[in-house]
């Protein structure tokens, strides 16, 4: 009798070990994308492929620009990529998809160069 017990606590014991674990791994949220900014001038922009190329200190960059993107445009609460323009000097804050760099905010700095 006093077996049965000790195993009827035991097995109480690891069920509930297994439930708090679950639990534990269940509340992980997801690791947070590391942000990198790229600032300089705004050299090309295709809406159809939603791509935009980047040109900030002699290296151009591309970057693919997702629907959800925030881009900050002035005298707009939420701007589109048809608000951009060639020349603009801009700031992207984007992360890396394996070999894509993905935008996540696109802001206009109010500079243009020709």
């Known amino acids: 009798m006093r077996r049965n017990f000790a195993f ?6 690891a069920i509930v070990a297994v439930a708090v674990a679950i639990r534990v791994v269940a509340d992980e949220t997801a690791p947070t994308r590391q942000l990198t900014i790229y600032s ?8 159809e492929a939603r791509r935009i190329t980047v040109e900030g200190s002699a290296v151009l960059q591309t970057f693919t620009v997702p ?5 900050v445009v002035k ?3 939420r701007g589109t990529l048809d608000d951009l323009k ?6 992207v804050e ?3 998809d394996g070999d894509v760099h993905v935008a996540h ?10």
């Open 94 to 96: 984007y992360s890396d």
């Open 40 to 47: 300089g001038i705004l050299r090309s922009v295709d809406l």
């Open 67 to 71: 629907t959800d993107a925030e881009i």
């Open 75 to 77: 005298d707009k609460p």
């Open 8 to 13: 009827a606590v035991w097995t109480m014991f």
């Open 86 to 91: 060639v020349s603009d000097g801009i700031q």
């Open 105 to 114: 905010r696109i802001s206009i700095l109010g500079l243009k160069v020709p």
